[in-house]
């Protein structure tokens, strides 16, 4: 089996405790231990990396991953282009993810239901690069809510949705989902500012057809996720047992206590760059400029999720960093800017915005406790950083910074030798 010595780290382990000095050592796919540096011998690696002055962490996840996502201007970027021109976009995602330091993708929902699936099969086979990847499929909306497409005059099939009406339509459709490969299943419960006729605080989606949903997801053994940010809709999430929740803006006490009480069961994923990206102006070439996103009511939106998720993080709900990337504004691979905006909207200390990246997306990616930190036993994800993290943030999001890039114990990306020389001269 491959060996892999990783020497004279600054090591932050994704656990909570504070970084040290440490040698970390692999074999084949796994951690086989982690130590002060120098502390003990160790065996003799096929690959040695002298780290000193580099920060070793686990790698991140994308915690709402649309890989079929690029440069995304309107709905019908993602309705026109056939499936076999969008599984090379998907792949060309899944690559600029792990380049980026992402080395799981919990899949959020996709233009087409199998591309993330053919996409995590490549990958997983080794004909591609790319993250770990919980596949997502399409949206599963109700008529005339977000993802309904549709015209009484131009009768489309839902666009990037999957359109159900009543708990048997539900059911059916996620057992569809499920056949053909799907990971994760989303649903779209509440509105959204990009669909006026039901925007963000109204629910379209009844409890009874996201109890079916939830229901039959876990019946499969799949995770089942939901575009929420009404409060009603987020209660009916929670009750009926769904594992993610995307989004989240509005809420109130009632709903903030039932989150807590599912805190270890729950994930929400706040996806708040794409607010700062059109409060900022970063969309207004693209005709989403701040006046628009005003009349879009996102401000507001904005106002709410700060508060919101402010107090999910004093409570210690587990969330999870990413989300509605892919844009023509937000391209794949700039995700690691969420952790600046978990420190300037949310209130985290730098570290555990981390371990928002490390720590919790291992946990929604595998509950078992395997992915996410480094620690004995555990998968080998991980980065080198050629800086601090926990001083300067934003240093993640250099591609040019990380200089090594690790997924299942394989190096992706090994850019040290250059750090060194630079260092040396």
Known sequence: MATTLIANATIF?????????????????RILSVTPAGARPHPAADLTVEAHGLFLMPGMTEGHTHLSFENVCRTEDLITPTPEEQVFTAARGAKALIDAGFT???????????????????????????????AGGLEISVTGAMGDEGREHDPRPGGPATIVNGAEEMRRAVRLHCREG???????????????????????????????????????????????????????????????????????????????????????????????????????AHGLSPEVGGYMNIPDLLENSIKTHTELRKRGIRHLIGGDYGFGWSKQGEQARDLQFFVQYYGYAPEDALLCATRNGGLAMMSGGDLGTLTEGSLADLLLVDGDPIKDIAVLTDHARLSLIMKDGQVHKNGVAAVQRRAAA
């Open 13 to 29: 382990d994704g656990t909570g405790a504070k970084p040290f000095a440490g040698d970390l050592f692999i074999e084949d796919n």
């Open 104 to 134: 799981s993708a919990y899949g959020a929902s996709e233009a087409k239901l199998r591309l993330a699936v053919a996409v995590r099969n490549q990958v997983n086979a080794g004909f591609l690069p790319g993250p770990r990847i919980r």
């Open 182 to 284: 799907v990971d994760n299943v989303k649903l779209d419960v509440s509105g959204d500012p990009f669909y006026p006729s039901t925007p963000g605080h109204t629910t379209p989606m009844t409890f009874e057809e996201i109890r079916v949903a939830t229901e039959t997801a876990h019946a499969y053994g799949r995770k089942i996720n939901a575009h929420t940010r009404s409060i009603e809709g987020s209660k009916y999430c929670v009750r009926a047992g769904v594992d993610g929740l995307f989004h989240t803006e509005y809420a109130d006490e009632e709903l903030l206590d039932l989150m807590e009480e599912a805190k270890d069961r729950i994930f929400v994923v706040p996806t708040v760059g794409l607010f700062h990206q059109i409060i900022n102006g970063e969309a207004s």
